[in-house]
């Protein structure tokens, strides 16, 4: 009879589930149409709470996913009650109960968090002693950014600080890694339908809406996200046997090449050769990559003639050091950007160590500059050195060198096709196309406040501690 009983209990447990499903459907429904769609919010929030209390993992995805898309208005909540305010919370309180169950403050230890602390420390010490006057601001009629910025920084760090904690098994990766990649797909798609559908950045750039996906929204971003899914895929199609999901993985990665082609962005196509480039020397310049290539090169260029309006190829020829950048389109922005370097230069010869304070660039621009621009330095290592001076640079850099290292160990490790995480290969070899490419795109844009960044620190950590734990318990086997 027992075993009849619980042989039973499963369906009846799905049974139950359902009903209570329909019967919190009927609530809503209800609710909506007396009372208003905002009678959803409490309900709503109620089962994310209960799926982030159970699977955290799932809350985890949940925080990148506000980093990467935008919410509807009414999630997004207002001054400091927002949907990441409130996640951070319930975070602190699940990791404060996994430390008192566990005991355990391995975290601590991680090297990347005392690098990100100091970074922390560093643009406080900027603000605090470099950072404008307010009586100066107030007649100038312009506005500081220090605290806005800074909480946004701080809150990354606290999203790597939650990831590394409970992201915790492969399959934990997987789901992270392929949901990153996928918004990034999506953040391509959009951006092309926006110039087909005669939108864009200035009618003929490809660029995504703001209240879609709004880290995207400026197409050297998108074109970098492009670069970045081009990479996932591509390391992930390799680790297919199946010859016919291998072939359909092709025209997507064609989409998100004419993607980077539709952005218009220089630094874009630049970046897209860097990772081929990666891409080749990585595998030994196989003939069969070759051949992937040069299949998916030759729809891509097929479909550039045929959806990417002219204003956009004349715009890529327009590369430093060319003809065309002198007098072809776009040609401005680089001299504009030039100026803008050299102005950054100054800056952050005034004031070398400490620089002028986190989000304070436009301030010490407006000050400087005789056109009165606030521009955008368009270089990450710039922006560091202005804002918080050698010392956070150098922070930045420790920080970039020391993700590398774990990829690099987890690669290593990760050949012998005996290693019991060999199916996470092709995500560390992904990792590592993404990370070569950010490095390479920070040159030529502001992205060490974008989620990218932070999200690539938590998958090196986690990947690395899986490896070691690995190869302990292969050393107590022995």
Request: with cysteine; aromatic share 12%; proline share 4%.
């Amino acid at each position: 009879m027992d075993a009849i009983a619980a042989s039973q209990s499963p369906p009846a447990r799905a049974i139950g589930t359902a009903l209570a499903l329909l019967l919190l459907a009927a609530l809503v429904g209800v609710g909506t149409v007396a009372i208003g769609p905002l009678v959803a919010l409490p309900i709503v929030g109620f089962l994310g709470l209960t799926v982030i209390v159970a699977r955290p993992e799932y809350g985890i995805a949940m925080f990148l996913s506000t980093f990467l898309m935008t919410y509807p208005e009414a999630l997004q909540g207002t001054g400091f009650l927002t949907i990441n305010n409130v996640l951070g919370g319930v975070f602190l309180v699940l990791l404060t109960y996994k430390v008192y169950r566990e005991e355990d403050w391995w975290f601590l230890r991680r090297p990347e968090l005392h690098v990100l602390a100091f970074i922390i420390v560093v643009y406080w010490l900027s603000a605090q002693f470099n950072g404008p006057d307010p009586e100066q601001l107030s007649l100038l009629g312009v506005v500081e950014h220090t605290a806005g910025n800074f909480r946004t920084f701080f809150n990354r760090v606290l999203f790597t600080l939650f990831f590394i904690n409970f992201i915790r098994t492969p399959e934990h990766v997987r789901m992270i890694y392929m949901l990153a990649i996928a918004f990034m797909v999506v953040s391509a798609i959009t951006g092309i339908v926006a110039v087909l559908t005669g939108g864009g950045l200035y009618g003929y750039r490809a660029s995504t809406q703001a209240n879609v996906i709004s880290s995207a929204f400026n197409p050297n971003r998108l074109a970098m996200f492009a670069i970045l899914a081009i990479g996932g895929l591509w390391y992930f199609m390799q680790s297919l046997r199946s010859m016919v999901l291998r072939i359909l993985i092709i025209p997507t990665l064609v989409v998100l090449a004419l993607t980077v082609v539709m952005t218009a962005s220089r630094s874009g196509l630049l970046g897209l050769g860097v990772a081929v480039a990666y891409i080749l020397v990585d595998q030994r310049v196989s003939l069969n990559t070759i051949f992937t290539m040069a299949a998916a090169g030759l729809l891509l260029i097929v479909a550039a003639f045929q959806f990417v309006p002219e204003r956009s190829l004349e715009r890529l020829t327009t590369l430093p050091g060319t003809q065309a950048a002198e007098t072809g389109e776009g040609a401005g922005s680089l001299e504009r950007r030039q100026y803008t370097w050299g102005i950054a230069w100054e800056l952050a010869r005034e004031d070398p160590f400490l620089g002028v304070g986190m989000g304070n660039w436009e301030v010490a621009r407006f000050l400087k500059d005789p056109t009165q621009s606030t521009a955008a330095p368009h270089s990450s290592y710039l922006l560091a050195l202005v804002e918080g001076g050698v010392f956070c640079l150098a922070g930045f850099l420790v920080l970039l060198w020391q993700t590398w290292r774990n990829l690099r160990v987890c690669d290593a490790q990760m050949r012998d096709p005996g290693f019991p995480l060999v199916h996470l290969r092709w995500i560390v070899k992904s990792c590592e196309v993404s990370f070569v490419v950010l490095v390479f795109f920070s040159l030529f844009a502001d992205l060490w406040q974008l989620v990218i960044l932070f999200w690539l620190v938590g998958l090196g950590i986690v990947m690395r501690r899986l490896v070691d734990q690995s190869l302990f318990e292969q050393s107590l086997a022995v």
